[in-house]
């Protein structure tokens, strides 16, 4: 199984709303990421985890703030976003370390309004 | 991305081969990736290489040249369902700052 899930699949938030993001993978892995991707660009890393630490922050605004539950989990907590936020934003695992084979989640489309 | 260049567009009839190029850094190269990624979903992960030469599995293969910095994907036999963006990433471990660094994508349309 290499499958990583996430919900929503789509989310419509105001400026003003908490809502949060979530990941899952069932694979045993120790690294989790989260990504930022906008159209035509590549992923662009935003928070790494491993072992249920956190381990790169790549100067990620705090209107977003990341949370590892347990080893299979991972959130992301948006507050306060704004319309330039607005992408698709996808969770990774990759078995051990962060440059290891990653495995993507479908992600999930974010539109701040 | 930072140091690493593919073509960004490349178009190719149904049934041909296509081979889309990566050049990279080559100080604190430590293995190419190869991810495929169609409109609106995420990425999936094609191939690794990390030593020199030819990996193939099924319609891709994907080659390396350490020496050259250069890796290449090629795709046979190719399908309508090919096209998408493929995405080259180099694990640098230059220091001992480890990072993965992407390539911006090559789309690649496939014509009937």
Redesign the interface.
């Known amino acids: 199984d290499t499958e990583v899930t996430q919900t929503p699949k789509h989310l419509v938030m105001g400026m003003t709303n908490k809502k949060s993001l979530k990941c899952e993978q069932h694979m045993g892995h120790r690294a989790m990421y989260w990504y930022k991707q906008k159209a035509?660009?590549?992923?662009e890393?935003m928070f790494v985890y491993s072992y249920e630490k956190l381990s790169i922050n790549e100067s990620v605004p705090s209107r977003f703030s990341p949370e590892c539950p347990n080893s299979s989990l991972l959130n992301l907590h948006l507050h306060a976003l704004q319309p330039e936020d607005s992408a698709?934003y996808?969770c990774a695992s990759s078995q051990g370390?962060?440059?290891d084979?990653?495995?993507?989640?479908?992600?999930t489309?974010l539109t701040v309004l | 991305g930072q140091n690493i260049d593919q073509p960004t567009e490349m178009t190719a009839t149904e049934g041909a081969i296509v081979q889309i190029n990566c050049t990279y850094q080559t100080s604190g190269f430590n293995g190419l990736f190869w991810y495929q990624q169609h409109a609106g979903e995420a990425p999936t992960f094609l191939s690794y290489n990390v030593l020199d030469g030819l990996e193939e599995k099924g319609r891709f293969s994907s080659f390396l040249s350490r020496s050259k910095g250069y890796s290449y994907l090629l795709l046979k036999e190719l399908q309508m369902k090919d096209s998408a963006s493929y995405l080259c990433a180099e694990r640098d471990e230059a220091g001992n700052n480890r990072k993965l660094i992407w390539g911006l994508g090559t789309s690649l349309a496939v014509n009937p």
């Not at chain 1, 035509?40 to 992923?43: A, L």
């Not at chain 1, 084979?101 to 992600?107: A, E, K, R």
């Open positions: 035509k660009k590549p992923p890393l698709l996808l370390d962060w440059t084979t990653q495995y993507f989640g479908p992600g489309r």
